[in-house]
């Protein structure tokens, strides 16, 4: 009788300890480790408060989250990796919704299709000495404010993507010391949206659809390498690069663009290098290539060739007008080959670097039109 008591004495102590082991991975979620939870498909309209403090990697995957409160996260500063995707119902981020995070490494918003309100300082006050990337991908959100990302400075990436972005004055205003800046969507880039922006890396925008007006870059300084890629581009305007300086490298790359004015990258003030390759350009204007660089470099790109492109014929650069081609309407032959005809000058007689196209209906009276212009010229 005595042994059976200690054994059943002995059998509630340990399962009352047991019971009252704390639970170390929370409901509906996958702990891999100790400080790695990943919840999929877990119930929880805020960020849960009572899940252990230790957690060091977050994964919140298709999630009933309905919104990222303020603070969200204060009691989880060992946070290193923090990702949410595919939370159909998550629609707002509260401001300073991940302030405290002083550990953090890398914060994904990836595919969340109904978050469209993002509050100004949303992602403000992350301490991010250990090289923070931010990582905005394909989320509902069409507009960039001001003040999202107020004093987010020192990161090692800063990635948005989305579809038909629309990017605000001073959205980025101050922000320092980026590695990797990349924008993939957009749409329209108001002036003054990168006022004061400095210390970049690599600076891309790709995959969008937009015009560059003037000064589009305004006021964005000390950039080592600026690309422009994979776009479709309605214009490059006269001094769409204006305000910028101390400038690397600009590369236009494998855009497909309307039309290049005259002095487009005459204002960067002190950059090194410029690099126009592999583009489809429609209308490439006169002193569209001017600027200040050290190098330029404008190479296997496809113009349109026209009456309007005939003054690239005066370019005495034979590598220039050997490595850029012609489009499919001159059979793709290099400018140097290119003979137009048809072609005779504007205005500004013989000189002018003008061309207008002439009616076939006119082409037999070319010779008396030269004639023409030639005796207007000795008269002046």
Known sequence: MTARLVTLILYLLVTGAVAQVPRLCPASCYCETADKISCERAEFETVPTNWPTSIRVLIIKSCSLLRIQKHAFRRYAKLEELIIEG???????????????????????????????????????????????????????????????????????????????????????????????????????????????????RFEIRGSILSLSEGVLSSMSHVKEIHISDNQIESIETNAFSGLFTIGRLQLRGNSIQNISGHAFSSIVNIGEIIIENNFIAHLHTEALLSSAWRTKFRDNT????????????????????????????????????????CVPQQGGLSSIAFAAVPDSLFLWAPLLLVTLLFRSWQV
């Open 303 to 342: 113009l349109r060739c026209g009456c309007e492109i005939v003054w690239i014929q005066h370019i005495k650069d034979t590598l220039l007008l050997k490595r850029n081609f012609c489009g499919p309407e001159e059979y793709y032959v290099s400018l140097m080959n290119y003979k137009p005809v048809m």
């Open 87 to 201: 939370c159909e119902h998550l629609r707002s981020l509260e401001k300073y919704a991940f302030r405290g995070l002083n550990h953090l490494r890398l914060l994904r918003l990836a595919s969340n299709g109904n978050l469209t309100e993002v509050a100004k300082n949303a992602f403000s006050l992350i301490s991010n000495t250990h090289g923070l990337r931010i990582q905005l991908d394909n989320n509902a959100f069409k507009i960039i404010r001001p003040g999202i990302f107020r004093q987010s400075n020192h990161l090692r990436e800063l990635s948005i993507k989305g579809e038909n972005l629309h990017i605000e004055a001073n959205a980025f205003t101050s922000l320092t010391r980026i590695d990797f800046f990349n924008l993939i969507g957009v749409a329209h880039i108001e002036p003054l949206a990168f006022e004061n922006v400095s210390r970049v890396h």
